[in-house]
């Protein structure tokens, strides 16, 4: 096995920060703390507690995640600078949240610790990190050190593809894009399976052939060198079957016009979390 991760303290252990830990885990973590009200299954030498105020005080972590929803981001920043000065200096603070800026995060973190230059980098994964086959869009604000830049993106690699960007901004492209994007592509198995249904095709089998072609198709482009688009051309023989269902969907005013609304829709979504 590779070097072990450095011990973090992850706060919030829900969908986004569980499939994280375990990913984390499962590639050799040192020590860490995670602080959840849920999670209870974690064995030694990791360590679940309920509160910010049960972090052992000898607990020095190299890096902190936080994983709550931005809408519960402020007291958990205020109360970790009053409560933990120390972690919040030293630690590179990663947020997985959606929306909230690094100034933002640095604000509510100084409420408490008005002389601290807060380490703040945001990274947006998506929940395939839980298998290794995450794709995370990074950002580093100004405090971050290169050693610091370099732990988060081993962090991050090692629950799958990384890349940072610049400016701030694209965090919320990245958000629209591949955070939320495993989301359409279940959208889409769960589409092709109704409307199987609805023509005619047995519960099970709608299921078993919808399933299989998204994850199939996932994985043929993932094995594959060659982009998307030649791999579609593939399947589509002119004049076939394939081409007569995708004049519809990629009709500019059909996916194209709608893909676009989408994308838009989230990237505001994210604006509106920020404010
Ligand atoms: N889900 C996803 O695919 C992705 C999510 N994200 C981001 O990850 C973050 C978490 O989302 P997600 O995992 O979906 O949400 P969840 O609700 O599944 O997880 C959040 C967890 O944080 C816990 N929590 C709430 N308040 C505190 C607190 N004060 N201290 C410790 N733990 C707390 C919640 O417990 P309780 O239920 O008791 O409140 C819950 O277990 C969000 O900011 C989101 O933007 C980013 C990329 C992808
Ligand atoms: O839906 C959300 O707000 C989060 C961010 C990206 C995926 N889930």
């Known amino acids: 096995m590779s070097e072990p991760l450095p011990s973090l303290l992850l706060v919030g252990c829900g969908q986004m920060g569980g499939a994280l830990l375990n990913a984390w885990i499962a590639h050799g973590l040192?020590?860490?703390?995670?602080?959840?009200?849920?999670?209870?299954?974690?064995?030694?030498?990791?360590?679940?507690?309920?509160?910010?105020?049960?972090?052992?005080?000898?607990?020095?972590?190299?890096?902190?995640?936080?994983?709550?929803?931005?809408?519960?981001?402020?007291?958990?920043?205020?109360?970790?600078?009053?409560?933990?000065?120390?972690?919040?200096?030293?630690?590179?603070?990663?947020?997985?949240?959606?929306?909230?800026?690094?100034?933002t995060i640095s604000a509510f973190l100084k409420t408490n610790a008005p002389t601290a230059r807060p380490a703040v980098v945001r990274a947006m994964p998506n929940t395939p990190s839980a298998i290794g086959r995450g794709a995370t869009g990074l950002f580093a604000g100004n405090a971050v050190t290169p050693a610091q830049k370099t732990l988060c993106d081993r962090l991050l690699s090692a629950v799958g593809a990384t890349a940072w960007v610049h400016p701030e901004e694209q965090i919320d492209i990245v958000t629209a894009v591949s955070g939320s994007g495993p989301a359409y592509v279940f959208l889409?198995?769960?589409?092709?399976?109704?409307?199987?249904?609805?023509?005619?095709?047995?519960?099970?089998?709608?299921?078993?052939?919808?399933?299989?072609?998204?994850?199939?198709?996932?994985?043929?482009l993932e094995r594959s060198s060659e982009d998307a688009t030649e791999l579609r051309r593939r399947v589509t023989s002119p004049g076939g079957t394939t081409a007569a269902a995708l004049a519809v969907l990629d009709a500019p005013d059909n996916c194209p016009r709608i893909l676009r609304e989408a994308l838009e829709a989230n990237v505001l979504r994210s604006h509106e979390l920020a404010s």
């Open 30 to 103: 040192e020590p860490s703390v995670v602080i959840d009200r849920h999670r209870e299954d974690l064995s030694s030498p990791h360590q679940v507690v309920r509160a910010l105020t049960d972090i052992p005080a000898d607990f020095h972590p190299a890096a902190v995640i936080l994983a709550v929803k931005p809408q519960k981001a402020r007291p958990v920043l205020e109360e970790l600078a009053r409560l933990r000065p120390d972690i919040v200096t030293d630690a590179v603070i990663v947020s997985v949240m959606a929306g909230l800026s690094t100034s």
């Open 188 to 220: 889409l198995a769960e589409l092709l399976e109704k409307t199987a249904v609805s023509m005619g095709l047995a519960p099970d089998t709608a299921r078993l052939l919808a399933r299989k072609t998204v994850s199939g198709s996932g994985e043929l």
